[in-house]
């Protein structure tokens, strides 16, 4: 029995086949944690929840692989379940300036991710299941903090994409993606260099009367990504 447990945001689980489901054909039993808009604190309790309902000490039958969201992303617990709120909170009506001056802080996310990293990492030599991510982008390219979306929206909080430059966050970050478990480059990247997104590549506003250009990846890509992810793996098709 072949176990693919995934988790991460839209560019895991979203309205057509991911990465995820593409990979999904290699192996006997899938589920896909993944949701819109959530960020790396969900996607790392998604997977320790789901470890932890195995209630086993082996799970030398699974892997597991977790895509890493935005930095500017803030997930919440909420009544003892994790909910979260559409995504970035430079864009995001929940978030007003107040709490994004004075209590948001991409340094402190990006200390959180590297406890999450570790703490990963660890677990999969205790429980025995391959651990495996990958970023949705770098979040050391540019002034995006992974979050793949004009950064001009984060400009009025542009001090502290300074702060997480100049942090030592910023440097480990870079230095644990040379490990043996990171699936590189970052799906945004590998997008962007392998068939850019035409105007074809669109999805219906909310309003149901608008037509917009969807900023994901296309289906193709995530197939044309899910090849890299089996080599680096050594899948064979079941």
Not at 70 to 86: A, C, M, N, Q, V
């Amino acid at each position: 029995m072949k176990v693919l447990v995934t988790s991460g945001c839209s560019y895991t689980n979203y309205r057509y086949d991911t990465w995820s489901d593409h990979l999904s054909k290699y192996f006997n039993r899938y589920t896909n944690l993944g949701m819109s808009g959530s960020g790396p604190k969900f996607s790392y309790l998604q997977i320790i929840d789901y470890i932890y309902r195995q209630n086993k000490k082996d799970l030398s039958d699974h892997t597991i692989i977790v895509q890493w969201s935005s930095l500017k992303r803030h997930d919440l617990i909420t009544l003892g379940e994790l909910s979260f709120f559409e995504g970035q909170v430079e864009s995001n009506s929940n978030f007003n300036d107040e709490f994004i001056h004075k209590f948001f802080s991409i340094e402190e996310k990006a200390i959180d991710l590297i406890n999450f990293i570790d703490h990963l990492i660890l677990l999969s030599f205790k429980y025995k299941f391959q651990l495996y991510m990958l970023y949705m982008f770098e979040p050391w390219i540019g002034d995006f903090a992974g979050e793949p979306v004009n950064p001009q929206l984060f400009e009025p909080y542009k001090y502290k994409l300074d702060q997480f430059k100049n942090s030592k966050s910023f440097k480990i970050l870079k230095e644990l993606y040379y490990d043996e478990y990171w699936i590189k480059p970052s799906l945004e990247s590998f997008a962007l260099a392998n068939e850019m997104r035409g105007a074809h590549h669109t999805v219906e506003h909310r309003n149901g009367y608008e037509i917009i250009p969807d900023s994901h990846p296309t289906t193709e890509q995530h197939k044309l990504y899910t090849e890299l992810i089996v080599d680096k793996l050594q899948l064979v098709n079941i």
